[in-house]
């Protein structure tokens, strides 16, 4: 029998289901969305579900164009750190330098973590449950699709998307590719 700092022991590893907004309003849109799903599953997290495209009113006090928004939902293995830092690589992959855009402006792609399994996270870069989501109808209508019984702090998602003006958001339909 081999010394016990050789017997090789398997590391448990806790698989936690994230929930991601993805939102383009620069571009091809919806192109862009699908890449970035698309790279997402390629980099190692597994898609369980997936929103359909809304189209929805710019958020805040810059004047720009509708933007496309959309919820995963993935299963990962990584940290919420660490998942922060993965999407952050997919957003610099299709051009987005977060020190160099105005404070909620247009974007090629934006992509936040919403929820993190149960977890809470109060980190200065990093909030989860996302501070915000039960106040944004645009995050809320696509996460309500996948997951509408889902509670946060005590509250049903689809509670709270009840008690929000939803107006200005339409679901996408994409023409289908000929095969």
């Known amino acids: 029998m081999p010394p016990e700092f050789f017997i090789r022991r398997p590391r448990v590893v806790e698989k936690r289901i994230?929930?991601?907004?993805?939102?383009?309003?620069?571009?091809?849109?919806?192109?862009?969305?699908?890449k970035a799903v698309g790279l997402i599953a390629r980099i190692g997290l597994k898609i369980i579900a997936r929103s359909s495209l809304y189209q929805t009113p710019p958020w805040?006090?810059?004047?720009?164009?509708?933007?496309?928004?959309?919820?995963?939902?993935?299963?990962?293995?990584?940290?919420?750190?660490e998942l922060l830092h993965m999407l952050l690589g997919v957003e610099h992959a299709f051009g987005r330098d977060r020190t160099k855009e105005v404070r909620f402006g247009p974007r090629t792609i934006d992509i936040d973590i919403l929820l993190y399994g149960d977890d809470v996270v109060a980190e200065p870069d990093l909030e989860i449950p996302h501070p915000r989501m039960m106040e944004r109808a645009f995050a809320l209508v696509p996460?309500?699709?996948?997951?509408?019984?889902?509670?946060?702090?005590?509250?049903?998602?689809?509670?709270?998307?009840?008690?929000?003006?939803r107006s200005g958001i339409e679901r996408v339909e994409l023409p289908s590719d000929p095969a």
């Open 60 to 81: 805040g006090p810059v004047p720009q164009g509708p933007y496309l928004n959309m919820v995963v939902a993935v299963e990962t293995e990584l940290s919420a750190r």
């Open 18 to 34: 994230a929930y991601l907004c993805l939102g383009s309003n620069l571009g091809d849109r919806a192109g862009t969305m699908a």
């Open 143 to 165: 996460l309500a699709e996948i997951a509408p019984d889902l509670v946060i702090g005590g509250v049903a998602v689809k509670e709270a998307l009840a008690r929000l003006d």
